[in-house]
C-alpha cells in the first residue's frame, strides 16, 4: 500500500533557461564580453 506521507513534498519554482545557461564554463564570446570587448557571429552556408 502506497501512503502519502511515504513522499517528499516538493516546491519547484520556474525560472526562464537562456541558451548561455546550459553551458557551465566560459565561452571565448563570454570572455571577450567581460573584457570589454564586442563579439559577432558570421555563418556561412553555401547556396
Do not use: C, I
Not at 10 to 32: C, M, S
Not at 35 to 43: E, I, K
Amino acid at each position: 500500500m502506497v501512503r502519502s506521507s511515504d513522499f517528499v513534498k516538493l516546491q519547484f519554482h520556474l525560472l526562464p533557461v537562456y541558451p548561455h545557461d546550459f553551458l557551465k564554463v566560459n565561452t571565448l564570446f563570454e570572455v571577450v564580453r567581460a573584457a570589454g570587448g564586442y563579439t559577432a557571429w558570421s555563418d556561412k552556408h553555401p547556396s
